[in-house]
């Protein structure tokens, strides 16, 4: 069976950036390798919206997320930890690990935080010199609204607002320069389209002053070593070459296509998704907050979404993603990132629809379908 | 021109690896990927002589090295660094980052570590918890002695050795289990013939109780988590998956050709490259102690190597290595690890030849490659 993944990372890699990809090693340390790497970070600018450097990591995002923290952080400082999924989690993870002391701004998952308590909680916390965030929470499929966010710290010298963009950046606008975010992250498996193995790392003005007082130790993920080395069009560890090979090809692909057209591709999958569930009495488990890089749709009442997602698997070979934690059984996730295009929302759509029918579901057959394919029109 | 990559590391792929890594993505949460990550990690063990488990990090080896230091030591504890290149140098940057103290035995360029100035330095130093070496130190192609070191350490309880076996580990024998190593480190680009993007760890039980002492900060790199995740056939963050697959691919081909085989065909290279250079007065630069992984070799007096590497890339698209440092204009280096062969160790000798003919050097045209063909006949 032909095998469909449809997670939120990894997505689907095209053909022609696995070809490149499969190219002949080049050596790392030389001038043609570094036009390539060079390529790549000018590239990653635009979709990072930014003038500032763009730093390549050999690490998945977490990686960058840790990079995020001990380059800019010290022992002891206190920092506002926006939770409402796993990845919010994790930032509260990795401040623990460095004894950075987080509050920790619990919002319900398939909600978006609120400016208004971050606002509360700093009036409460006057120390507090980091807000750590997902634009894009995996787990829940909230876009949260760094916009606003931004507005909060961008005149404040004393106080950074540090961003896991990982499947936010390529997959919406996340203006690192206009908002005035100070750490934008993102990851290559997600809106790049790439195989996993590269994490991607923007830091303002503001940051690298944090970066000055910061103390915590680092080495592998010193950004100051990154940077130094990306002004001289490479790493000061040896890069992951085909996957940095594989950007670049990406890369272009986003230039001829252009960062509109790629972000209205997610836009539309993501409203054809969520409205051809609904249309069949499946909810949005992010109403009025969904990011478009992915849709996280609810089980319905009484079906486990196990069964959904074990169904799509046995019977078509679509691979989707589940919930985790206390989502366990209740959300199944689909991408809209990556190389996936109007047939495959459309078919995940029909599995769905099928596999509920066999629960004996009630609902009305190929009104999923063809509320999406209307909308899917449009693409 | 046609590219020849004979730099010790990255290496030449095979066409079998480069297209395993191009097959299509797999999500990294599925029982699917979890047998391939669960075969590789078996793989890497025969490869480490070892029935700890060995870690795979997404990562570059300097990852893997920052993650020696990070897991095992404290603020202020003391170590050995032994520093006789680039890579020895690192381990001593790499202990400054994290506050630990590194006394360094400094070894001449192209010469092996003396056991008894090992000795000597720790009757000096009582307090020193950790030796870090290399196995073999790619800047100047000296291979040290691990095997008489672990002689020291092993049993003691308050000691432990770090080997950065990069460029050694899947080129010669390095017997984690039976020399007594208590951290081994591999990496992707080297013998395993990959590109860049993974690292390889595993830990002795002494080091993991050096890990329970340990209280430097560390998240993406906490090799506990690594350790767990590893135990149930995942990682802790996302894996770089097709440099997993292709992993599994090599070592799949190791298993067919003999783990013996596989070093032979290294140890050969090496002797047929250095008898070949040296039959035309060009020395080898760490005599007695050369690692089989790669090939050190003096330029002729007069002569810049820099002119000899240059004129291989020009005239015949051979990328070799040079020196760096103090090393720089001296030396060139040949990898044996790879997707190499015979016909490139001939042929990049020839191409030696033909430069050295031109820049005017007294010697007889076409000695290096005989010598170097009849000792490569036994391949």
Known sequence: MKNYVLTPGPVPVPEFVMLEMAKPIIHHRTAEFEEIFFKATQGLKKVFMTQEEVLILASSGTGAMDAAVCNTLSKGDEVIVVNGGKFGERWGKICKAYGVISHELKVEWGQA????????????????????????????????????????????????????????????????DNWGIDILIGGSQKAFMLPPG????????????????????????????????????????????????????????????????????????????????????LENFAPGCSSTALSVIKSPEGIDAGEIIKGLKNKYGMIVAGGQDQAKGKIFRITHMGYVDKGDMISVIAGVESILNELKYDFTPGLGVSTATRILDSL
Chains 1, 2 share one sequence.
């Open 198 to 281: 590269l994490s991607f790392i923007s830091l303002s003005k503001k940051a690298w002053k944090f970066y000055e007082d910061s103390d915590l130790p680092k080495f592998y993920l010193d950004l100051n070593q990154a940077y130094k080395n990306s002004l001289k069009k490479t790493s000061p560890w040896t890069p992951a070459v085909n996957l940095v090979m594989g950007l670049n090809a990406v890369l272009e692909h986003f230039d001829k296509l252009g960062l509109e057209n790629l972000f209205r591709r997610h836009s539309i999958m993501s409203e054809a998704t969520i409205k051809g569930f609904e249309s069949i009495g």
């Open 113 to 176: 935080v609120k400016t208004d308590d971050i606002n509360e909680m700093l009036d409460k916390n006057k120390n507090v010199k980091a807000i750590l965030i997902q634009a894009s929470e995996t787990s829940t499929g909230v876009e949260h609204p760094i916009k606003e966010i931004a507005e909060i710290t961008k005149n404040r010298d004393d106080l950074i607002l540090i961003v896991d963009g990982i499947t936010a950046v390529g997959a919406f606008p996340v203006e690192f």
